[in-house]
């Protein structure tokens, strides 16, 4: 269920912590750590705050947007996950989306189409839904990129999601081109 200020306060209570602070405390653990266990547990969490519209400008405030965008350069592959996650919960609102593409968040999305985890895959195909605009179809939408969602669309028997995703991926996108 979505948040707005009341149910947030009812929710936080008189003596809890407001949303920004604990959020502001989520990023400072996770900037702090060096235990792995520990950052795919705060990462997992953060990626689980952008569902809600209500934590987007906080997300935007805190740089949580960017955090997300470092996970997928690690090589663990938690975190890649949670990272695109994150990015695909948030990219739906636009000044999200705006955020990830001006800090060259594109490339590292498409990089995820080829992981080995289905989620990621499901993640970045999501993300992908969402970031491609007018002003980045060319980076999208190359012929190698193009192809890569083609064969998920086609991949229907080996796994429905991924052929869903990559459908309606080509069916806003890519079919109108044609």
């Given at each position: ?29 996770f900037q702090n750590t060096t235990d792995e ?45 949670f990272g695109i996650g994150g990015i695909c ?88 081109d044609k």
């Open positions: 269920m979505f948040t707005n200020d009341q149910r947030q306060g009812e929710r936080t209570g008189k003596y809890g912590t407001p949303r920004l602070q604990y959020l502001q405390e989520l990023v400072s653990q266990e520990t950052k795919e547990k705060i990462a997992a969490n953060l990626a689980n705050f952008a569902y809600d519209p209500y934590n987007y400008s906080f997300l935007r405030q805190l740089n949580v947007l960017e955090l997300y965008l470092d996970c997928l350069t690690e090589p663990n592959e938690k975190l890649v996950e919960n948030s990219c739906v609102d636009p000044a999200n989306a705006a955020i990830l593409t001006q800090c060259d968040g594109i490339p590292l999305v498409i990089q995820c189409l080829s992981s080995p985890v289905r989620n990621t895959v499901n993640y970045a195909l999501g993300a992908l839904y969402y970031l491609c605009n007018k002003s980045n179809r060319e980076e999208i939408l190359k012929p190698e990129v193009v192809d890569v969602i083609e064969r998920y669309a086609a991949a229907q028997t080996v796994n429905v999601s991924f052929s869903n995703l990559a459908k309606a991926f080509l069916d806003k996108h890519v079919s109108k």
